[in-house]
């Protein structure tokens, strides 16, 4: 079984950040599970443009709002707590904040991240 508490990730590796996002990696591929997962904060005024060419990825938004535009149709929804957005196909995607509060979320990867990845220049992590 794994416990983890959030305060014994903070500060470690498994905290990693970027421009405008914060991201705890509470489960790694070290931890066995075949997949990952996180909790990310966006920060109000950040635009991230992704591109998750080798994972696929699902949100979901426990505080704050924004919006994922998907790059290749231009649809834009809206997110807010209790909204959930999987980009399934590794679609181009921007998501941005609105408002003052940063939007919170919990994300799960697969395969599952190393846990110290940051965002290459086109927005994707590399294989795991």
Known sequence: MIVTRKTD???T??????PGWTSLRLLVKSD?????MTETKVMPGAVLRLHYKHHIEACYCIGGAGEVTEVDSG????IEPGVLYAPDAHD???LR??????LHLICVF???LQGDEVHDPDGSYAPS
């Open 13 to 18: 590796v498994r905290d990693a950040e970027g």
């Open 92 to 94: 181009r995607h921007e």
């Open 9 to 11: 990730l903070q500060g």
């Open 75 to 78: 649809a834009v929804h809206r």
């Open 97 to 102: 904040v609105i408002g003052a509060a940063p």
């Open 32 to 36: 066995g599970m075949g997949f990952s």
């Open 110 to 112: 697969s395969p599952a």
